[in-house]
Nanobody, 114 residues
Framework: QVQLVESGGGLVQAGGSLRLSCAASGRTFSRYDMGWYRQAPGKEREFVAA????????VYAHSVKGRFTISRDNAKNTVYLQMNSLKPEDAAIYYC???????WGRGTLVTVSS
């Protein structure tokens, strides 16, 4: 069983930055592809970014490309999401996800004021 715990959310002004963390339990974290998703009120959960376990290659949603950076530290069992130039439309609950085991964290709330 893998547990994922997100942290780092909060209130930030538009144009500001936040760094989200997702700490994972379990000894096989380094073999999971990890991703971040988000869900805004009244909207469906959407993909934000992902990082592979093989070569740490990354992929981003078009809406965040160039502003967000996903990274991982396998020694710390942690994946990060650095979010810069935040916009009000980035406000959501951000969830961490592990693939292929399909585990989800409980999320961390990001609020962006205009």
């Amino acid at each position: 069983q893998v547990q994922l715990v997100e942290s780092g959310g909060g209130l930030v002004q538009a144009g500001g930055s936040l760094r989200l963390s997702c700490a994972a339990s379990g000894r096989t974290f380094s073999r999971y592809d990890m991703g971040w998703y988000r869900q805004a009120p009244g909207k469906e959960r959407e993909f934000v970014a992902a990082i592979s376990w093989t070569d740490s290659s990354t992929v981003y949603a078009h809406s965040v490309k160039g502003r967000f950076t996903i990274s991982r530290d396998n020694a710390k069992n942690t994946v990060y999401l650095q979010m810069n130039s935040l916009k009000p439309e980035d406000a959501a609950i951000y969830y961490c996800h592990a693939d292929p085991v399909d585990y989800w964290g409980r999320g961390t709330l990001v609020t962006v004021s205009s």
